[in-house]
T-cell receptor, first 116, second 113 residues
Framework: AQSVTQPDIHITVSEGASLELRCNYSYGATPYLFWYVQSPGQGLQLLLKYFSGDTLVQGIKGFEAEFKRSQSSFNLRKPSVHWSDAAEYFCAVINAGGTSYGKLTFGQGTILTVHP | NAGVTQTPKFQVLKTGQSMTLQCAQDMNHEYMSWYRQDPGMGLRLIHYSVGAGITDQGEVPNGYNVSRSTTEDFPLRLLSAAPSQTSVYFC????????????FGPGTRLTVT
């Protein structure tokens, strides 16, 4: 069965610092990967997605993620964090076949705190 | 386009009560789903639907019922609420079942006492 692991439950960075949120997945075939962000009291907003092609994908709000098949990872990065980036971030993989076709599996989430 | 809407935003129930969480989308999406979000567990799939009249169970379906009589609406029913169902519930939709972006509603925060 597919699974997603976000090793860091909570990360704190200073405003202006760089950020990397880790995501590891377990999936038998080519994964379709997503990063979502959830601001407090809000729904989930898609930051970026990887389906195929260039392994470095650009998203909204200055975020990017790199797919590394050899490491089963899809880490999210941002070169300079803004206070408004404080939120919870979810990595997810979608099942592209079989009986769970279209099923989205989420990681546990990483809470980002930004210090001024 | 309102996107995915959910009502109510907040609800408090007593154990044993029943209620329906409403979800609607105006994007003509075929695929709709319900998730619950609990601290440290991410989002878990409760039920989903690939089109009007077709529903199926997800990862944590017990205690919940769904139906899909129209493309637009996908209500989630709690038959007899239990404290373990205290959670935040999200409805999502996408163009079709498959590798498509899912759009999420704002959520319903449910407390069962």
């Amino acid at each position: 069965a597919q699974s997603v692991t976000q090793p860091d439950i909570h990360i704190t960075v200073s405003e202006g610092a760089s950020l990397e949120l880790r995501c590891n997945y377990s999936y038998g075939a080519t994964p379709y990967l997503f990063w979502y962000v959830q601001s407090p009291g809000q729904g989930l907003q898609l930051l970026l997605k990887y389906f195929s092609g260039d392994t470095l994908v650009q998203g909204i709000k200055g975020f990017e993620a790199e797919f590394k098949r050899s490491q089963s990872s899809f880490n999210l990065r941002k070169p300079s964090v803004h206070w408004s980036d404080a939120a919870e971030y979810f990595c997810a993989v979608i099942n592209a076949g079989g009986t769970s076709y279209g099923k989205l599996t989420f990681g546990q989430g990483t809470i980002l705190t930004v210090h001024p | 386009n309102a996107g995915v809407t959910q009502t109510p935003k907040f609800q408090v129930l007593k154990t044993g009560q029943s209620m329906t969480l409403q979800c609607a989308q105006d994007m003509n999406h075929e695929y709709m789903s319900w998730y619950r979000q609990d601290p440290g567990m991410g989002l878990r799939l409760i039920h989903y639907s690939v089109g009007a009249g077709i529903t199926d169970q997800g990862e944590v379906p017990n205690g919940y019922n769904v139906s899909r009589s129209t493309t637009e609406d996908f209500p989630l029913r709690l038959l007899s609420a239990a404290p373990s169902q205290t959670s935040v519930y999200f409805c999502a939709s996408s163009y079709q079942q498959g590798t498509y972006e899912q759009y999420f509603g704002p959520g319903t925060r449910l407390t069962v006492t």
